[in-house]
């Protein structure tokens, strides 16, 4: 579960966090339009679970454009990144919920809407 700071945090704005953390699987590169990660060392992890998974796996031939920085979605935020706010105060998970939130709204409004 997400850090008991953090839900605290979320749950003054009105978001719930009950989702359970899991690490990537190979298919997630099948099942999924869009893999988010928080940061370039987590973007480059993926990629390098997936370059030993793709020899091995039937994958689109673009699974890898998959696999997107969160912050590259935020319109009100110029971070490139979702820091790691576990080892500083409130104000770093209230500054990572901001990220998301911004991130979030964006990446709503990218998806095309079906008619």
Known sequence: MADPRM??????????LTSLSRPIKASDFR????ILAM??????????A??????????????DKKVKLMCSYCKKHNEKFVPDPYYGGPQGFEKVLDLLEDACESLLDSIPVES
């Open 7 to 16: 839900r605290s945090a979320a749950k003054r704005r009105g978001i719930e």
């Open 31 to 34: 099942e999924f339009d869009l």
């Open 39 to 48: 940061d370039d060392q987590n973007k480059e992890d993926i990629l390098k």
């Open 50 to 63: 997936y370059n030993v998974w793709k020899n091995r796996g039937n994958f689109p031939p673009d699974a």
